[in-house]
């Protein structure tokens, strides 16, 4: 079993920046693909970013140029730094370890964390 803590979210500006942080503890960290999703209101859940165990990324084309992924296995952390941020990005961000899926071309969940409230004021 994994337990995955979020932190970080908060209000920011748009254009702004914000990092948010997610540790896992209980398991082996570094055998996970790692995802960031937020959900918005009255919207489903969509993937924003994922990190496989081998480092490679992919993005939501909505985030990408913006948003950076990364993790540090000796800390069993993953990382999500949220640039230019856009009043569309308000979100509850919620990190999730999982396995890769599709061929390896998107996240399959297995535990999630509690979320973390991002807003963006205009």
């Not at 992919?58 to 069993?76: H, L, M, P, Q």
Request: glycine letters at 12%.
């Amino acid at each position: 079993q994994v337990q995955l803590v979020e932190s970080g979210g908060g209000l920011v500006q748009a254009g702004g920046s914000l990092r948010l942080s997610c540790t896992a503890s209980g398991s082996t960290f570094s055998i996970y693909a790692m995802a960031w999703y937020r959900q918005a209101p009255g919207k489903q859940r969509e993937l924003v970013a994922f990190i496989r165990s081998t480092g490679s990324t992919n993005y939501a084309d909505s985030v990408k140029g913006r948003f950076t992924i990364s993790r540090d296995d000796a800390k069993n952390t993953v990382y999500l730094q949220m640039n230019s941020l856009k009043p569309e990005d308000t979100a509850v961000y919620s990190c999730s370890a999982g396995t890769t899926a599709n061929g390896g071309s998107s996240h399959r969940p297995q535990h999630w964390g509690q979320g973390a409230q991002v807003t963006v004021s205009s």
